[in-house]
């Protein structure tokens, strides 16, 4: 219930009253609601829950979050440390 | 497509469960609230993946299975009636009620709709101004903002044929339950990141403290679910009883604040009887007094209701974290998504579901049991 899918602002309108708009999830586009994210713009991401944007995507701290994962355990890799065989799957 | 294939990378999944690996020492059961969370730990073989010390143990964060029972008898009878359309989730159309779902209603010739947001029902309110259409609105603090907004644009709209059948329910009274039942084996929470996309994470440091849990707002992608734990394994293995944010993209500490007003305006606290578990004070939400007109109940006094549970079902200690769905004797038996005794396994969010839909026929045994926080 709680699955919200990122996509990206293609057109900002009005319509009955409520701050619309439509947003692209790769290639599919759909009707959303803006109210709750009233200040963003074309080309933001968002992400969108039961054709409802809630948040503003931080693009930037997407960026860092990627960052850190791909160097997480490189350097016990490199130094020999790892304890765990990184493609065991336990049985 | 952005923001989720290279939260998919199975290169860096592996590396990430290794340093999991590195970090543990000892015996912890952790638990994600979320049933979405649920689903793609097991989709993903996340579970799978983990130091054999670390337990996943999965919570009630799955609104459909939550939703008493004597509210879905409800939405069955007010579905039923005639010169009403009747809207839900997909979801909602499978999980049993006691004598019948909403898809036999619907065969039965009521007018039962899947809508893919409220705003939807509440178009159809506009374009059937000779109809009652009722939008069954479930779910917990991520669904509630689109639904007060559906309820408040109705208000706005003048349309007096619109009403909500409202059983939303919130997560950190749920927590606080589950922290305080005396077969509680959980020590830490991996925290519903869409539900603090919407309420931020203000509310979960006192928790967190009272309890000595820490607790890690944590995404939906399979990088996300690792960096959640292993932020959680650092913690409980420092001791530390924190609350941190592994989900930045998308929660702030405060959340979303317009959405956090209009909640306030269209809902009021109340308790909340959960399906399985019990009455949780002050765990969910119902309309406020300002829009007590759009509410179905109020609207449709449905009464003679009499509930009937399936005796075999355990969906509860299910989703108390209690018992693994393959535990139960029913599990893939008298119990299957075609047939299911409770709704824990008709939800896409539903534990039971995901045992059955990824092919968690056999428990693998954990070596140890998780030791209590010192």
Same mark, same amino acid.
């Given at each position: ?15 009955? $009253? ?7 999830? $790769? ?8 109210? @709750? ?7 933001? @991401?968002?992400?969108?829950?039961? $054709? ?20 997480? $355990? ?18 | ?40 730990? /097991? ?10 010390? /670390? ?60 809508? #893919? ?10 374009? !059937? ?15 509630? &903002? ?14 007096? !044929? ?38 931020? #994470?203000? *509310? #979960? ?8 849990? &820490? ?11 690792? %960096? ?18 592994? #989900? ?13 007003? /209009? ?18 004070? *002050? ?41 693994? &769905? !393959? ?9 299957? &998504? ?18 059955? !839909? ?10 140890? %049991? ?5």
């Amino acid at each position: 219930m709680c699955l919200a899918i990122p996509g990206r602002v293609s057109e900002i309108f009005e319509s009955h $009253g409520a701050l619309m708009g439509k947003v692209n999830f $790769g290639g599919i586009t759909k009707t959303v609601c803006l109210e @709750y994210v009233p200040d963003i713009r074309v080309g933001e @991401y968002t992400i969108v829950h039961v $054709g409802f944007a809630l948040n503003r995507i931080d693009e930037e701290s997407a960026r860092q979050s990627l960052k850190l994962f791909e160097e997480l $355990g490189v350097l016990h890799e490199e130094l020999g440390e790892d304890e765990g065989a990184p493609n065991e799957i336990r049985e | 497509m952005k923001y989720v294939n290279e939260f998919r990378d199975g290169a860096i999944a592996q590396r990430m469960a290794s340093e999991i690996r590195r970090i543990v020492t000892r015996p912890w059961a952790i638990m994600e609230v979320c049933g979405g969370q649920t689903h793609s730990i /097991i989709r993903n073989g996340i579970d799978q993946l983990l130091p054999e010390q /670390i337990e996943l143990i999965h919570g009630p964060g799955c609104p459909v299975c939550v939703t008493p029972l004597e509210l879905i008898d409800k939405a069955l009878a007010i579905a039923s009636l005639p010169n009403v359309i009747f809207c839900s989730f997909g979801d909602m159309l499978r999980v049993p009620g006691s004598s019948k779902d909403l898809f036999r209603v619907k065969s039965e010739g009521g007018d039962v709709r899947i809508v #893919y947001s409220p705003l939807d029902a509440v178009t159809l309110a506009r374009a !059937n101004p000779d109809k009652e259409v009722v939008f069954f609105g479930i779910g917990f603090e991520t669904t509630a &903002p689109p639904n007060a907004m559906a309820v408040s644009l109705a208000k706005k709209q003048g349309l007096k !044929n619109f009403s909500v059948l409202v059983s939303h329910v919130l997560v950190p009274p749920a927590i606080e339950a589950i922290m305080s039942s005396p077969i509680n084996r959980v020590q830490a929470f991996l925290a519903a990141g869409h539900v603090c996309s919407v309420m931020g #994470y203000w *509310q #979960y440091p006192p928790l967190a403290d009272r309890f000595r849990a &820490p607790i890690v707002i944590t995404g939906f992608e399979p990088l996300d679910i690792l %960096e959640g734990i292993r932020r959680t394994v650092t913690l409980l293995e420092a001791g530390e009883a924190k609350v941190d944010n592994a #989900y930045a993209r998308v929660v702030s500490f405060e959340g979303n604040r317009p959405a956090q007003k /209009i909640l306030e305006d269209v809902f009021e606290v109340t308790d909340r009887a959960w399906r399985g578990i019990g009455t949780i004070p *002050q765990s969910g939400w119902r309309l406020s007094a300002a829009y007590r007109e759009f509410d179905a109940e109020q609207k449709f006094q449905v009464s003679g209701i009499e509930t009937q549970e399936s005796a075999l079902c355990r969906a509860g200690e299910v989703l108390q974290g209690a018992l693994k &769905p !393959n535990q139960c004797a029913a599990f893939g038996k008298e119990c299957t &998504p075609r047939h299911p005794l409770g709704a824990t396994m008709v939800s896409s969010e539903g534990a039971c579901a995901a045992y059955y !839909n990824y092919g968690r026929f056999i428990t693998l045994e954990k070596s140890a %049991e998780a030791c209590p926080v010192p």
